[in-house]
């Protein structure tokens, strides 16, 4: 079985960089992997290094996508925005060659938001709506169809399997916005395909969630406690702080692995949940529902690598206006392909996530898929003055290294006068030591004009917004009694 695995990944890329997909036949690798998975452990390295498709030098690889993009404009021009775009532009997707694309303007965010319709083609067939549940405002609409929905999970499936995420066997918790339903939805079918048993614990109350990580279970065939934890990392943050106070130790526990995605996960982050958790794995996809079907990876040096196949990924200037140079922050800029998508189609969509170009060609164990750094920041939130930009990652990674500042760290950030920052943080205490060790944690890589520092979060002026405090009620919310951990969890 196991020899037939690699043969079945090259067949895969093969398909991957088709434009049909063939989910009959992507299921029935699952399938394999499974049993491989069984009779031989861990699905080896050379088979996950198979999945990530040829290695590509640069011609070719610009050869394939736009190839692939030509392919996507045609579909494009089927919608009503791109149709009114290619027409004002007088792009003919056809014929469209590299000058066409680079003059193509990014799509912002607000096109969709304002008219999500506008970017389905004639003779889709949308099913679901997902709605996102990011921190900016009124929610995005992207709509996805059946045949979407299934191919992605078993495209997932085959992905967590060989990413050792979700392996048969395991219990996972996903912690994650309820009113998120697409992305849910999909998780869930995408670990039990695995062999996996998954629920949805929500964003209720801290003290809720890790009753449930630390309940045990007697499942046949399963992990007898959770042992994968997806979640969002200002939510963790909640999670570490809340553990802390209600004296878990690792050893109520039986985490595994933590996949964080959608926010900044800090380093002082996962420093201080050791004490909660013990030393765990962490996988930190880059995912988001606007560009669904691409996505990136993590390496063990932090770079995020978009593979080729499922869409073109660009780094573009912070003013806009070009691509970004080795060494230089940009906003990622993503046009997701068909198969992976094509009920809701964007063309060169600006997430306003904003990522760095790595300086020098990275050495890391992916370094044949293209690669940038992790996110930054969102754009709207990063400050420009006269040594370059600060943004949310500089300030969060400084901020959550201090005990002083409960997880997650909640802060606001603005320009202060033409060459500097100022930061207003919520710590446990507004004493001089605390301002010093905030002052002198944040100078090493802001360039602070100002400090303000209080205890209540109801009393910054302009913060951050964090996913965590979308919080959903459960009825253990009207009495404290279930909310402590169980008799046998808690330390004597
Ligand atoms: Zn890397």
Redesign the pocket.
Known sequence: MIESVPAQLRYVCSLAFGTRLHTRSLDRLVTALVDAREEFGAVGRDAAEALRGPVLDDTARREVQIRRFRKQAELAARTPYYGRVFAELGIEPRKLRWADLEALPPTPKEMLKADPDAFVPAGARPAFRALTTGTTGIPTTVYFSRAEFEATVVLGAISVLLARQVEPGDVVQLSVSSRALFPVMLAAQIAARVGAVVYQAGFVDPGHALALLAEKRSLPGHRPRANVLSTTPSYFGSLVERGAELGYRPRDFGVERIVLGGEIATQGLRDRATRLFGEVEYVEPYAATEIFGTGAL????????FPVPPGLVEVVSLDGRREAEPGEPGTLVVTPFAPYRTTTVVLRYDTADVVRV?AEP??????T?P?TSHVLGKLARSIPHSGGWTFQRDVAEALETLEEVPLPARFGMRADRADGVAVEVVAREDDARTRRRVAAALERSVPLRGLRVVTDPASLEDPVLLRTDLREHSFSDFGTARLRPAEEAVPA
């Open positions: 993590t390496c063990l040096s932090g770079h995020l690598h790595p990275p050495t890391c164990e992916l370094s898929i690669a």
